[in-house]
């Protein structure tokens, strides 16, 4: 039996990962610290004799006794209302835990596999972004604590490939959506479902008209299993490309959730991106991957889950 350590596994993201390698037939082990991920999400696992829960911050050495084939490094805040509120230590878990996590597999051989984001090309320039774009970053700017620290974890990782020999692998996470995100995490998707369910207005920064690309989870975890097991070193668009504008997305909640709420616009955020959607040619052509989840089936299974905690 492989053993896989996910960090961040209590997260949106991390649990939905432990899930998909218990299935698989993987042991184990969830390294977290709640500074937002939620022992809720990995409740249902706690009985599973394959699965083994560790409380640490891995910014610090992270010790895991035994033999270990795969490290998936899912640790993060991951959403601006987190990064904004956390700068520090989003910059430390992107920088000096990517470090510890990189040191853990290099001492057990593993395959390390950094969960980056398509926030490394900041307010793109170029439409769709491909995994050869550079990005337009502001590093002084308030996003920046999130966009430098990733940008900053693929440097490392590529450096650990490059001079420690580590097989590594980068994926670049498109916004995904789907059951275990929470409510006030800042995202516009969960922030306009509780706003419709509420009966609140739906705000809606700038004028709507940027645009966000939503992947379900289910296919963004496919994509990120397909990953680890490939031999790809460089990064991956994993989202979905299907674009669509904030305004329009409003409006969808309000027809899919029949809320009577109203939109109101507020000011954009500064260095808010305008567009973003991933081009997955390479996805498709290395691992035969892309999303099979229309976005009306995903926010209807999302929604379930939403209504279930609002009561």
């Known amino acids: 039996m492989k053993t896989a350590v996910v960090t961040g596994g209590a997260g949106f993201l991390g649990s939905h990962l432990c899930d998909r390698l218990i299935t698989e037939g993987f042991r184990v082990i969830c390294i977290d610290n709640f500074i937002t991920g939620s022992p809720d999400n990995i409740a249902h696992l706690f009985g599973n004799e394959n699965f083994q829960f560790i409380k640490h911050d891995v910014t610090n050495f992270i010790h895991v006794p035994g033999k270990v084939d795969y490290i998936l490094h899912f640790a993060s805040p991951a959403s601006p209302i987190d990064y904004l ?50 990005g337009n970053v502001n590093p002084v700017g308030p996003r920046g604590v999130y966009d430098e ?77 397909r990953l680890m097991l490939s031999a790809e070193v460089y990064p991956v668009n994993i989202g979905n490309p299907d674009e669509i504008t904030i305004k329009q997305f409003a409006e969808e909640v309000l027809q899919l959730t029949g809320s009577k709420s109203k939109i109101e616009f507020h000011p954009l955020p500064e260095d808010d991106p305008k567009v973003r959607q991933p081009d997955i040619s390479k996805a498709k052509k290395i691992l035969g991957w892309e999303p099979k989840v229309s976005r009306n089936e995903g926010i209807k299974k999302t929604l379930e889950y939403f209504m279930k905690i609002i009561k």
């Not at 290099?106 to 596999?113: I, P, Q, T």
């Open 149 to 225: 620290a990733k940008r900053f974890a693929e440097s490392l990782t590529m450096a650990y490939h490059r001079y420690h020999g580590l097989q590594t692998r980068i994926v670049r996470i498109f916004n995904t959506y789907g059951p275990r995100m929470r409510l006030n995490d800042g995202r516009v998707l969960p922030t306009f479902i509780g706003q419709a369910l509420k009966g609140e207005p739906l705000t809606i920064f700038g004028d709507g008209s940027q645009t966000r690309s939503f992947c379900y989870v289910d296919d963004l975890i496919e994509g990120i299993y």
């Open 85 to 134: 509120k956390l700068p520090i230590q989003t910059l430390k878990v992107g920088s000096l835990g990517t470090h510890k996590a990189l040191g853990l597999a290099k001492e057990k051989n593993a395959v390390f596999l950094l969960a980056s984001t398509s926030e490394v090309y900041g307010d793109p320039l170029i439409h769709p972004q491909n995994e050869d774009y550079w």
